[in-house]
């Protein structure tokens, strides 16, 4: 890559990676099987706690599609190809690195999908 610190994206894309991982481990009491014992949660708690629960869980999968993007990236910057786009293999902006260090594509191959 001609122009782009790639010791600085893998700086950021290890920090993301780490908060991530954090956040992973903070949430796992949300996502645990919501209790139907209907002596101490009424109908509607129990509702709210199941519907929270389909938010964490959707959180969850999130996080993990974003580690997964990561993780994607960094085995690009080890193989020198970091900072090219997946589709065309022109180079992307800088910028857009910046805002999303995993990001894949160049603006026109987003775009386009």
Do not use: W
């Not at 085995?75 to 997946?86: L, Q, S, T, V």
């Not at 065309?88 to 026109?108: G, K, M, S, Y």
């Amino acid at each position: 890559m001609s122009d782009i610190n790639t010791g600085h994206f893998r700086e950021l894309l290890l920090k993301q990676q780490q908060e991530l991982m954090d956040a992973e481990q903070e949430a796992a009491e949300t996502t645990r099987t919501v209790s139907l014992d209907q002596s101490s949660v009424g109908r509607l708690s129990r509702m709210d706690a199941m519907q929270s629960q389909q938010m964490a869980l959707e959180t969850k999968r999130r996080r993990k599609l974003q580690l997964t993007r990561i993780e994607a990236a960094l085995d690009r910057i080890d193989e020198d190809e970091y900072g090219y786009c997946a589709m065309c293999d022109e180079e992307i902006n800088q910028r857009r690195l910046e805002a999303d260090p995993a990001n894949p594509f160049c603006v026109t191959c987003a775009e386009s999908m």
